[in-house]
């Protein structure tokens, strides 16, 4: 039961750098998101996606990109790293409307990101 | 769009006593989903209940139960005879029944502490 699978789970990043934030998912969920949650704050939308090869962006987006090529995974791609993004990233995924079981939301462990 | 709105930032409680943490959000939507997660010190985010819009009945699981008020559009979490492994962020998310939705809102977090 690996569930939602993010990698790293750690990283330090010089600002500038870029790097990918991987999330995978087996349980063959339609809807994939990404989220960021800063220090005592809540969670804010970055990016999410309700299929394959199609993503959209959420309240957060900018210094982001992300992809869906297949079903089971949905990677966060940070183009040029800046101190403004040292976060902890969350991934979830969650199925289409399937009563009676409804539409829990599965999460990531999440990804410890500090920019530097 | 959708928000989710929690009022209290903080709450603490008596362990083995009862604790209400209030949850409002604004949709124009009649199917929906809502949810409260808890978030402890691990970051891990743990589902702990889960309410289906189009049942009337209040959602309860163990010691959590929920006040489902759909016409004020208020979620409340109630936790009975709380225990210190209570202690932890609570989110409240709302999630739309549409399938093209793909998308969910999180509240901004209640943190409660338990005080032996």
């Known amino acids: 039961n690996a569930g939602v699978t993010q990698t790293p789970k750690f990283q330090v990043l010089k600002t500038g750098q870029s790097m990918t934030l991987q999330c995978a998912q087996d349980m063959n969920h339609e809807y994939m998101s990404w989220y960021r949650q800063d220090p005592g704050m809540g969670l804010r939308l970055i990016h999410y996606s309700v299929g394959a090869g199609i993503t959209d962006q959420g309240e957060v987006p900018n210094g982001y990109n992300v992809s869906r090529s297949t079903t089971e995974d949905f990677p966060l791609r940070l183009l040029s790293a800046a101190p403004s993004q040292t976060s902890v990233y969350f991934c979830?995924?969650?199925?289409?409307?399937?009563?009676?079981?409804?539409?829990?939301?599965?999460f990531g462990e999440g990804s410890w990101l500090t920019v530097v | 769009a959708q928000t989710v709105t929690q009022s209290q930032p903080e709450m603490s409680v008596q362990e083995a006593e009862t604790v209400t943490l209030s949850c409002t959000y604004d949709?124009?939507?009649?199917?929906?989903?809502l949810f409260w997660y808890k978030q402890p010190p691990s970051r891990q985010m743990i589902l702990v209940i889960r309410?289906?819009?189009?049942?009337?009945q209040n959602a309860t699981e163990n010691r959590f139960s929920v006040n489902f008020q759909k016409a004020a559009k208020s979620f409340s979490l109630k936790i009975s005879d709380s225990q210190l492994g209570d202690a932890a962020m609570y989110f409240c998310a709302y999630r739309s029944a549409n399938t093209n939705a793909g998308k969910s809102t999180f509240g901004d977090g209640t943190t409660l502490t338990v005080k032996p």
């Open positions: 309410q289906e819009a189009y049942k009337q």
């Open positions: 949709t124009s939507e009649s199917d929906y989903y």
């Open positions: 979830a995924s969650s199925p289409r409307t399937a009563r009676p079981s409804g539409n829990t939301i599965y």
